[in-house]
């Protein structure tokens, strides 16, 4: 059986969701530290979200046609958690309330922001021709 090949747009959007993958639940525990008692859900869904695009990226590894569906619906759950960040960030901001971790709060909404056009970029680019 010949395996098939993936596309560098396709493999760049693999590293990435490893990227965020790993990197999301890693820096939002380090953010909310001090604060996770107060709200343990809060910190719950980066892990989801990482977990999500964790296996979608090694879905993706194994079996290209297969795998995609996994790392599209990745994809899929990070925009729609980062689209309602965005909209608490936003609340905070313009409530002039200071972030958890001490970091602007105009600075995390920034972050959060640059996820979302990531996040949104590869859920809608043609990368995914098979699904």
């Not at 380090?30 to 695009?53: A, H, K």
Request: proline share 4%.
């Amino acid at each position: 059986m010949r395996k098939e090949k993936m596309g560098w747009t396709l493999g760049l959007s693999r590293t990435l969701a490893i990227l965020l993958g790993i990197t999301a639940p890693l820096l939002d525990t380090y953010r909310r530290w001090n604060t996770w008692q107060e709200d343990p859900l809060s910190i719950l869904d980066d892990y989801i979200l990482g977990g999500l695009l964790l296996y979608g990226a090694r879905r993706v590894s194994k079996d290209v046609s297969a795998g995609q569906k996994f790392l599209v619906a990745g994809w899929g759950f990070a925009l729609g958690l980062v689209c309602a960040s965005v909209d608490f960030q936003l609340q905070q901001v313009r409530a002039g309330a200071s972030d958890p971790a001490g970091i602007p709060s105009e600075l995390v909404a920034a972050i959060k922001i640059s996820r979302t056009i990531a996040c949104s970029h590869w859920l809608f680019d043609k990368s995914y021709p098979n699904f």
